[in-house]
């Protein structure tokens, strides 16, 4: 899902991206390329399938360390994520009046922190 929204972000649609990245002054901090867009949506997508192979619904013919180490490195990307740069993102951002800031506060860095937990959960398993 998230992948494929990427996916559309790169293909040129706007749904949601006016929230999608941190603002100054109302202006966008940054506007990433076409190729980090769908670079982020491969990331995405390779994250789904490392923990497709954890769960063991597929990727048997794989070395199964792949996917114990690749949860574990999940878990703590996630985990950076939900805590932030202390400036645009995460819990512990300096910024806090703009539509970014506002949905990052609510749903993105909430959502990322319970990724992170659940993905140390399956790496415990």
Not at 47 to 72: C, E, K, M, N, S
Not at 93 to 108: E, G, M, Q, S
Request: proline share 4%; aromatic share 20%.
């Amino acid at each position: 899902m998230f992948s494929g929204l990427h996916i559309y972000w790169a293909a040129g649609g706007r749904w949601g991206s006016d929230a999608a990245l941190p603002e100054i002054n109302g202006k966008r901090a940054f506007t990433p390329p076409l190729m980090a867009t769908l670079f982020v949506a491969i990331a995405l997508l390779a994250a789904a399938l490392v923990v497709l192979g954890r769960l063991g619904t597929w990727g048997h013919f794989l070395p199964q360390w792949i996917f114990f180490w690749g949860v574990w490195t999940l878990a703590i990307i996630f985990m950076l994520r939900a805590v932030g740069d202390f400036r645009f993102l995460g819990f512990f951002k300096r910024i806090h009046n703009t539509k970014f800031a506002y949905w990052d506060t609510v749903l993105f860095s909430p959502l990322c922190f319970l990724m992170a937990v659940a993905l140390f959960f399956l790496a415990h398993s």
